[in-house]
């Protein structure tokens, strides 16, 4: 199976910006039209798009609405959305725009059985985001700390039809760093659900690292930062997704 690459559209206040370790405050904007951004990815060659309410992810309500309305409208890729969806409700209104899936954060820690019937009224449709933080499951937009562990919330998802967990490392976020690839595929191990790796992904060695025997599970990753600041070149990464290029060497980081 092909890894899908997710380029990632991070929306404050209408902007394309991207977060340093998820700090609000240190946000840079580098489109304030992200429905440009939107069509721009699909001219590159990318096959979904990952967009989050970062607003909403706070205010526990859609705060982006229009942007992400204007996103729809102009891509014909698939796009995910997650950031402050914490109802059935919600859910259904997102995706009767057109929506392809909605990622679940905070709700599933708060209250895991809303996910559970949301698989079940909506199939294929709904992720998991799983944000953590020195181990452990962050919420409200990473403002929060819970005490639950990642492999023991993912869990609680086994068989009820959850179509992804995206995994982000906040403490890699933003920063460059290079994808927790030991945490990332630990957790693709201990369930069957699809992991999407999320955070730090720095350069076409994490993208190679992808391609990697142990990272077979893996459905994917989502680039930001390293996409937009020119370090990771969009031909490049899909064609080596793609098996059009060789592999080139990689050092887990």
């Given amino acids: 199976m092909s890894k899908i690459l997710f380029p990632a559209i991070d929306l404050k206040q209408g902007q394309c910006v991207r977060l340093k370790l998820g ?18 990815f699909e001219d590159q060659g990318f096959a979904w798009l990952h967009v989050v309410d970062l607003d909403g992810a706070f205010a ?17 890729n698939p796009v995910q959305l997650g950031g402050g969806i914490r109802s059935l409700k919600q ?24 996910v559970i019937e949301a698989c079940r009224a909506f199939p294929g449709k709904v992720a998991v985001g799983i944000d953590a933080k020195g181990g452990t499951v962050a919420v409200e937009g990473w403002a929060e700390a819970s005490t639950l562990g990642v492999i023991e919330l ?19 976020d933003g920063v460059l760093a290079g994808i927790n690839w030991q945490s990332t595929i630990e957790l693709a191990d201990a369930v069957s659900i699809p992991v999407i790796a999320s955070g730090g992904l720095a350069s076409l060695a994490d993208v190679a690292r992808l391609t990697m025997p142990d990272a077979a599970r893996l459905e994917g990753a989502i680039t930001g930062r390293a996409l937009y600041d020119g370090r990771l070149d969009a031909r490049e990464a899909l064609g080596l997704l793609s098996g059009a290029m060789r592999q080139p060497l990689w050092s887990a980081a």
């Fill in 23 to 40: 700090d609000m405050a240190s946000a840079t904007v580098y489109n304030d039209d992200p429905a440009a951004q939107a069509k721009l």
């Fill in 60 to 76: 526990g309500e859609s705060r982006n609405g229009e942007a992400v309305d204007a996103i729809l409208n102009a891509t014909k």
């Fill in 91 to 114: 859910i259904e209104a997102w995706l009767e725009k057109g929506l392809a899936r909605v990622i679940l954060g905070t709700v599933a820690v708060r209250d895991p059985m809303l």
């Fill in 154 to 172: 993912a869990r609680k998802f086994e068989g009820a039809g959850v179509s992804a967990i995206i995994y982000t490392d906040i403490d890699r």
